[in-house]
Nanobody, 121 residues
Framework: EVLLVESGGGLVQPGESLRLSCAAS????????MSWVRQAPGKGLEWVST????????YYADSVKGRISISRDNAKNTLYLQLNSLKTEDTAMYYC??????????????RGQGTQVTVSS
C-alpha cells in the first residue's frame, strides 16, 4: 500500500522559511517522480514542483520559482520542499504526490493527507 505522510507545516510570518517533508512507503520510491501540490482555501489544486526519480531534474511553478527548492533522499524514502521568503499567498495545504512515471508530473492522483502552511503577520 502506498503511504505518503507530510510534515513540517506551521504558522510563520511573511519572509520566513519552512521545510516540508514527505515520508514515503509501499513502493520503490527511487523510481518515481514526486511532486508537491497545494490547495489554498476556496481554490483548486495547484502544482508547485516536481523532481524526477533520480533527483537530477527539478521543475517549479512560476509562482514559486526562486523561492523554493525541491529535493529527495532516496536512501531515506523522503521528499522535501524548502520554502523561503514566504508570502501570505503561499498559505495552503501542501500535499506530496507520487507520479506513475519516473520523469514528470502526471496529476496528484496519489497524494498524502497534507500539511498546513499558514503565512500571516
Amino acid at each position: 500500500e502506498v503511504l505518503l505522510v507530510e510534515s513540517g507545516g506551521g504558522l510563520v510570518q511573511p519572509g520566513e522559511s519552512l521545510r516540508l517533508s514527505c515520508a514515503a512507503s509501499g513502493f520503490t520510491f527511487s523510481y518515481y517522480a514526486m511532486s508537491w501540490v497545494r490547495q489554498a482555501p476556496g481554490k483548486g489544486l495547484e502544482w508547485v514542483s516536481t523532481i524526477n526519480g533520480a533527483g537530477g531534474s527539478t521543475y517549479y511553478a512560476d509562482s514559486v520559482k526562486g523561492r523554493i527548492s525541491i529535493s529527495r533522499d532516496n536512501a531515506k524514502n523522503t521528499l522535501y520542499l524548502q520554502l523561503n521568503s514566504l508570502k501570505t499567498e503561499d498559505t495552503a495545504m501542501y500535499y506530496c504526490a507520487k507520479s506513475q512515471n519516473p520523469n514528470g508530473y502526471d496529476g496528484a492522483v496519489v497524494r498524502g493527507q497534507g500539511t498546513q502552511v499558514t503565512v500571516s503577520s
